[in-house]
């Protein structure tokens, strides 16, 4: 299917015949916008339920938009032809309706469009005045308290379906270009681990600032921001079980870290019995 760029919540809608009516269809799916296999952009719409992708559309720079209809329901046009396709948005809140259709319109116009989000933009702020200085930035208390609070919610019980608990908090909150050089300032012996991951490209020996330099790119925020979309359709089983997670993580932000949180217990745990 290739690499999901971006990816939402959304069912579809159809147009009565004769008419100028379009009806939503209740059943559960997600629009995404992919970069295929083929290394051209498609337009899916998967449903949730049977987790089959039932639309698969081709798109080249600039044929297609996607414009509101009416409320909630918009439609993918086409400037080469007359079809139409519509979709209604299927997130309980309409606060990021509008943020989704200007991403994807940036994806159609150019397929190498970096999305923006909310979140990112005030995190893309605060990175530009963290570069200005040579040091590697620290965590401020606030957000080291919120990153505590969260996770001792989560390893107390608390609520881990998405629309629980904290249903504002996005994974650009928590893996804030601050938050995660302060993570490998502190504890440098984690970096020699992650490094392996990232490009073979990147300057060695590996360091933290290394680390501080990736973390406060454009790519990496929007690599952050597109998994925490991900994550909110509920669509990563495959992925996160490749990770050592159990496949219900990837039906939330917060079974997500749930799951990373009793992991990085348990192998706490079986380091001290083997001490």
């Known amino acids: 299917m290739g690499d999901t760029l971006l990816a939402f919540k959304a069912g579809r809608a159809f147009r009565r015949e004769g008419t100028?009516?379009?009806?939503?269809?209740?059943?559960?799916?997600?629009?995404?916008?992919?970069?295929?296999?083929?290394?051209?952009?498609?337009?899916?719409?998967?449903?949730?339920?049977?987790?089959?992708?039932?639309?698969?559309?081709?798109?080249?720079?600039?044929?297609?938009?996607?414009?509101?209809?009416?409320?909630?329901?918009?439609?993918?046009?086409?400037?080469?032809?007359?079809?139409?396709?519509?979709?209604?948005?299927?997130?309980?809140?309409?606060?990021?309706?509008?943020?989704?259709?200007?991403?994807?319109?940036?994806?159609?116009?150019?397929?190498?469009?970096?999305?923006?989000?909310?979140?990112?933009?005030?995190?893309?702020?605060?990175?530009?005045?963290?570069?200005?200085?040579?040091?590697?930035?620290?965590?401020?208390?606030?957000?080291?308290?919120?990153?505590?609070?969260?996770?001792?919610?989560?390893?107390?019980?608390?609520?881990?379906?998405?629309?629980?608990?904290?249903?504002?908090?996005?994974?650009?909150?928590?893996?804030?270009?601050?938050?995660v050089s302060s993570l490998f300032a502190s504890h440098p012996q984690l970096i020699p681990a992650l490094f392996p991951h990232l490009p073979a490209d990147l300057p060695v020996p590996p360091s933290a600032e290394v680390v501080h330099r990736i973390v406060n790119t454009p790519q990496f925020r929007s690599a952050v921001s597109n998994f925490d979309q991900a994550l909110r359709t509920g669509l990563l089983g495959g992925l996160v079980r490749g990770l050592g997670l159990p496949e219900e993580a990837g039906l939330g932000l917060l079974p997500f870290l749930d799951a990373v949180q009793r992991q990085a217990d348990e192998q706490s745990e079986g380091s001290m019995e083997t001490d």
């Open 20 to 179: 100028n009516w379009v009806d939503p269809v209740s059943t559960k799916g997600a629009v995404m916008i992919t970069n295929g296999d083929d290394g051209l952009l498609h337009f899916m719409w998967k449903n949730r339920v049977t987790n089959d992708v039932e639309e698969d559309l081709i798109l080249f720079p600039s044929d297609a938009s996607l414009i509101k209809a009416s409320g909630r329901t918009f439609v993918l046009k086409f400037s080469s032809s007359d079809q139409r396709h519509f979709f209604w948005m299927q997130d309980a809140s309409d606060s990021r309706d509008d943020e989704f259709v200007r991403n994807v319109n940036g994806y159609l116009e150019d397929p190498e469009f970096t999305p923006t989000w909310g979140a990112a933009s005030s995190s893309a702020a605060s990175s530009q005045a963290a570069s200005s200085s040579s040091n590697v930035p620290q965590a401020t208390p606030e957000q080291l308290q919120q990153l505590s609070s969260l996770l001792s919610r989560l390893g107390s019980g608390g609520d881990s379906s998405i629309g629980g608990g904290a249903p504002d908090l996005a994974l650009t909150d928590i893996l804030t270009p601050a938050n």
